[in-house]
């Protein structure tokens, strides 16, 4: 009897597939300039994470110009509760700092990564005051 709840959840869980966030093609991603800080090249590059609690994504950062201007990919999977489906978009922004602040969305988002010292990002999604976090590794 005590397992009867996880065997409930099992079931209904079975039926329900959440695809990823798709995966942007490596060969998008150039390799920042020599006149590009450090600081800022070091954004370049796919950085996976998870919007708290469950929201697969990814952005590439797929160009740093020398004033921190980025342009990019950002992607996103299935929401676990079917208010959307998977799906990306272009993305520009600007890296201030440690700071990298996308161009808001289109639905009015804005979101945030902030560079860790360890080297990953500490992300934040903001729309309408609603904001999920995350943590974005580079792979």
Partial sequence: MKHLPILFAA???????????????????????????ARQAAFSGIWYGTWLP????????????????ISGTYAWGDHPEGRFVRGSAPVTG??????????PFENGAVVSYVMRADGAL??????????????????
């Fill in 94 to 103: 600007r890296i201030e700092g440690n700071r990298l602040t996308l161009a």
């Fill in 54 to 69: 469950a929201l697969d994504s990814n952005i590439a950062i797929e160009t740093v110009a020398a004033d921190g201007r």
């Fill in 122 to 139: 500490d992300g934040e999604f903001n729309i309408n005051g609603n904001i999920s976090r995350g943590e974005f590794r580079k792979r």
């Fill in 11 to 37: 079931i209904l869980l079975s039926g329900c597939v959440l695809r990823p966030a798709p995966v942007v093609d490596a060969s998008a991603i150039s390799r920042p300039a020599a006149n590009v800080p």
